[in-house]
């Protein structure tokens, strides 16, 4: 089956695509294109589907650089691949040949392009991260390779949305203690529980935050188990894994 890899127009020129489980070579459970090293799939599966995305990226599969992800709100400058990956969850680079690559599940893979300054930056942003400033910090790293944030577009990929995405009255509190303007993020569920909005909240931080443009593709990966992996709905599904998507950028 053919990969099936979905751009954003805003994006341009700038190589990138967030991949879709299409085309991959799991099977069962990661069923498709399981790019997760850290799932129990098998690892030379997991390696032939990271292969086939290196390739369709037009990049060696050494090439494609990613980052231990922790949920931090760490953002890294990368200038040269990995020999052994870092704890972080987002990166920058401005060297040519280096694809940028993050893994989710229903996290936000948010891709970054200053197409002036041809800088790219990549990053993993769940509710913790988001929350705790990474997508800010992508920027940032972005900036020291000679980026401007004003010239900066960021686009948000497959993502969990808002009526999948229930959640406990601490949650909202949480959110509440930062900015009481949060509560525009959810919304009403059954009983005490809430609904909240992630991608939405992802736009909110990378707009405050001055870039040029910010939009959503508008994919929930929860509600479209044909073509997406989602911790939430393997969780609900009572699997005991799940497949790792894997959005990737480069110069």
């Known amino acids: ?44 599966i997991v390696s032939i589907n990271r292969a086939r995305v290196a390739e369709a990226m037009d990049v060696a599969p050494a090439s494609l650089v990613q980052v231990r992800q922790v949920h931090s709100s760490r953002a890294l400058p990368v200038r040269d691949a990995f020999d052994i990956a870092p704890e972080a969850d987002a990166m920058a680079t401005a060297t040519p040949g280096l694809a940028l690559a993050v893994l989710t599940a229903d996290c936000q893979p948010v891709l970054f392009a200053d197409p002036k300054a041809r800088v790219v930056g990549a990053a993993h942003a769940g509710w913790r991260g988001a929350r705790d400033g990474v997508l800010e910090a992508t920027l940032d790293a972005m900036e020291e390779l000679g980026a401007r944030r004003q010239d900066v577009k960021a686009v948000i990929g497959p993502t969990i949305s808002q009526r999948a995405y229930e959640v406990g009255p601490e949650f909202l509190d949480d959110f509440l203690a930062e900015d009481p303007d949060n509560s525009r993020f959810f919304a009403n569920g059954n009983g005490d529980r809430l609904h909240f909005d992630l991608p939405s909240y992802g736009l909110h931080r990378l707009r405050s935050a001055g870039v040029a443009s910010a939009n959503w593709t ?33 110069i």
């Open 218 to 250: 508008g994919h929930c990966t929860y509600s479209d188990p044909a073509r997406f992996f989602s911790y939430r709905r393997a969780t609900h599904e009572g699997e005991a894994d799940y497949g790792r998507l894997i959005s990737v950028i480069r």
């Open 1 to 44: 089956m053919t990969l099936e890899i979905l751009t954003y127009p805003t994006l341009g020129a700038i190589r990138h695509g967030f991949f879709t489980r299409k085309g991959g070579a799991s099977s069962g459970i990661f069923h498709g294109l399981n790019c997760g090293p850290g799932s129990s799939d098998q690892a030379e």
